[in-house]
């Protein structure tokens, strides 16, 4: 993923900012633990809530955590006081999600003054091995 | 949408079975409302908790639902012991969804024995006019 | 498809002007039929040059024929002078495409001032009976 | 991208007789001119034939680009014998496509016994630098 510039200097706090307001993201215990410019990173514990019917994540659950990485990511991109929106967003699931802990990255792939094209991905570690769960693609309006 | 015919005549003890070991549309909220072959309804009470930084309903909640009803109807044309997954799914948001509560319909608009090919959507009810928040195509896989 | 309308009063006269430029879909082979306001419709006779390695319809051939719904049902609904840019769009694969003539229609489901939502299908007739070949959704940016 | 290993040893033969039948891509004149398994490389030089409405690349072309890359990239990895179909693709659109010679590469990120997950990118060379014409990911299955 390339280096980007943030055009806002205080991104890190304006992003801080929108994601302490997500609530559906903070009721799931999602976690941001790295802000840069146009790109985040991030973790989930597994619990029994975040189950489908199998055992494993949810796809709601891996869909809203690269909803999350996509969007803050994009935040971090914007001027102060702009927005930004999910325009659409996909997502293609590689592998059954078992773990004790999910990580997450990605951001923004193709900055733009309407919109930031976006991507990210959800994995976890087996035996030092990176299993990705999905991988998701989304377009963020900028308003 | 096509009426559909399940190839299970228990779909509707299998399809329930299955919603009841979700736990994570159980976490959040959402309740099915309506199983037929193939085609699935639901619906989802408004709470902080579904919030995204503007108050309004969150994409990954959305997603959830979306995949809840694709799934599920999914699950409710296949054969007893089988299990379905999601391979993929695209969400695009129509409009903000800020409203007591919410709606979802869809199921299966081409279905295979490999794949079932799916839509939904999530909507609200303003002075009787169904407002569209998101619509939804996912590829399920039966295994 | 909700009726829409159009803020150009020569919608059809400019939505022509820009079909006549575009020499990729001329050079195919595909015809539109018909034009209203945020709906087109449109034909395909199918010849050797369409073939994928099957013989059947060419996703690609397939892939521009939705984007020509699309992207013309979209230009059908914006002002004298305004472009309409494809920003993603998405194909699912129902059927093998295989008959003399392929049948296209679809256009806006959600227009707005900056995209347009639009699904499109492709179909042929067996016995009278449609065969949908594919279905697409895509993302439209209004300049 | 991973390097992945061909199940089939005549994988590059294979491969292009499949590429040698399909007549779409013949037609509008794009090349493969890298084959390894699993991964792809293609060329497309700009013709007149292949503009939309304002003399840039179409997106049908551009749809057709990725599916051949991601299309025979798939079928580098699977058995003699085997077919590969594409079930859904996405492709998001950077920047428009100006330029004599368009370049285009990608291929399985995720391989599967049913399904691999693709990802190709369209790009075209200016003073030196690659811009990103358009990305696409797609699914397709192995029968």
Request: proline share 3%.
């Amino acid at each position: 993923m390339k280096k980007l510039e943030a055009r806002n200097p205080k991104y890190k706090e304006y992003t801080e900012l929108m994601i302490s307001r997500n609530k559906f993201m903070q009721w799931m215990g999602f976690v941001i633990t790295k802000i840069e410019p146009g790109y985040l990173e991030g973790e989930l514990e597994f619990k029994e809530m975040h189950h489908q019917q199998n055992g494993w994540l949810h796809g709601g659950a891996t869909s809203t955590i690269l909803d999350m990485i996509e969007g803050f990511a994009s935040y971090s991109l914007v001027e102060e006081g702009q927005k930004v929106f999910t325009v659409e967003a996909k997502i293609s699931y590689f592998n059954p999600g078992t773990a004790d802990k999910f990580y997450a990255r990605g951001g923004v792939i193709k900055p733009g003054k309407r919109f930031h094209f976006c991507e990210a991905e959800v994995y976890y570690l087996k035996e030092g091995e990176e299993i990705t769960v999905a991988k998701g693609s989304a377009t963020m309006a900028v308003v």
